[in-house]
Nanobody, 122 residues
Framework: QVQLVESGGGLVQAGGSLRLSCAASGRTFSSYAMGWFRQVPGKEREFVAAISASGRSTRYQDSVKGRFTISRDNAKNTAFLQMNSLKPEDTAVYYC???????????????WGQGTQVTVSS
C-alpha cells in the first residue's frame, strides 16, 4: 500500500512557474513508476508526465513538452513536477499516481493522491 500526498499547487500568472511535490509513504518507492495527471471540471483526467521507477526514463504529454519536467528522489520518497511557462490552459487539479512496476510507466496506475489545485491567470 502506498499513500501519496501532493503539495505545491497555487495561483500563478501566465508565464510563471510552480513546482509540485508528491510525497510517498512506504519503503519501496523505488519499485514504483510515478505519474502526474490533471483534470478540469467536466473533462476526463488526462496524462501529463511519467517517470520510471529508476528515474532513467520519462514521458510527457505533447502540450507540456519543453515546459514541464518530471523528476524523483528515491532517497526521499518524493516525485516532482517542475512547471515553467505556465498557461491558463494548464489550470486543473493535478494528481500524482504510483504504479508498481520497474518495467513500464504505461497506465493504469495503482495508487492516487488527493490532488492539488493549480490555477494560472491570464
Amino acid at each position: 500500500q502506498v499513500q501519496l500526498v501532493e503539495s505545491g499547487g497555487g495561483l500563478v500568472q501566465a508565464g510563471g512557474s510552480l513546482r509540485l511535490s508528491c510525497a510517498a509513504s512506504g519503503r519501496t518507492f523505488s519499485s514504483y513508476a510515478m505519474g502526474w495527471f490533471r483534470q478540469v471540471p467536466g473533462k476526463e483526467r488526462e496524462f501529463v508526465a511519467a517517470i520510471s521507477a529508476s528515474g532513467r526514463s520519462t514521458r510527457y504529454q505533447d502540450s507540456v513538452k519543453g515546459r514541464f519536467t518530471i523528476s524523483r528522489d528515491n532517497a526521499k520518497n518524493t516525485a516532482f513536477l517542475q512547471m515553467n511557462s505556465l498557461k491558463p490552459e494548464d489550470t486543473a487539479v493535478y494528481y500524482c499516481a504510483a504504479k508498481l512496476s520497474v518495467v513500464t510507466m504505461i497506465p493504469p496506475y495503482d495508487y492516487w493522491g488527493q490532488g492539488t489545485q493549480v490555477t494560472v491567470s491570464s
